[in-house]
């Protein structure tokens, strides 16, 4: 069974910095693309970033490309989003997800997902 478990959000000021974790169980990142999205409230899901399975490339949202980096650690099965210089409107529940191609995750076509962390940005 594919179990994710989010962890690391919290309240932060604007310019600073969270990480977050993605604990993955079940599967391996051999398996499957994982990226991450999030929602925020009223409003539709954002496709945040993504990993390819196949060679590591790495893939972004405009709204985040230079400050969020998106990274694994296949050893720990562990995803992770490293989120620097945030601005409010990075406020949102940040999930990870499994997609069946990295392209997925910008377009809300997702496998797994887990329950979520919040970040809060205030200004």
């Known amino acids: 069974e594919v179990q994710l478990v989010e962890s690391g959000g919290g309240l932060v000021q604007a310019g600073g910095s969270l990480r977050l974790a993605c604990a993955a169980s079940?599967?391996?990142?051999?398996?499957?693309?994982i990226g991450w999205f999030r929602q925020a409230p009223g409003e539709e899901r954002e496709g945040v970033s993504a990993?390819?399975?196949?060679?590591?490339?790495?893939y972004y949202a405009d709204s985040v490309k230079g400050r969020f980096t998106i990274s694994s650690d296949n050893a720990k099965n562990t995803l992770y989003l490293q989120m620097n210089s945030l601005k409010p409107e990075d406020t949102a529940v940040y999930y990870c997800?499994?997609?069946?191609?990295?392209?997925?995750?910008?377009?809300?076509?997702?496998?797994?997902w887990g329950q979520g962390t919040q970040v809060t940005v205030s200004s």
């Open positions: 997800a499994t997609v069946s191609h990295w392209s997925s995750i910008f377009v809300g076509d997702f496998g797994s």
């Open positions: 990993i390819s399975s196949s060679d590591g490339s790495t």
């Open positions: 079940g599967f391996t990142f051999d398996d499957y693309d």
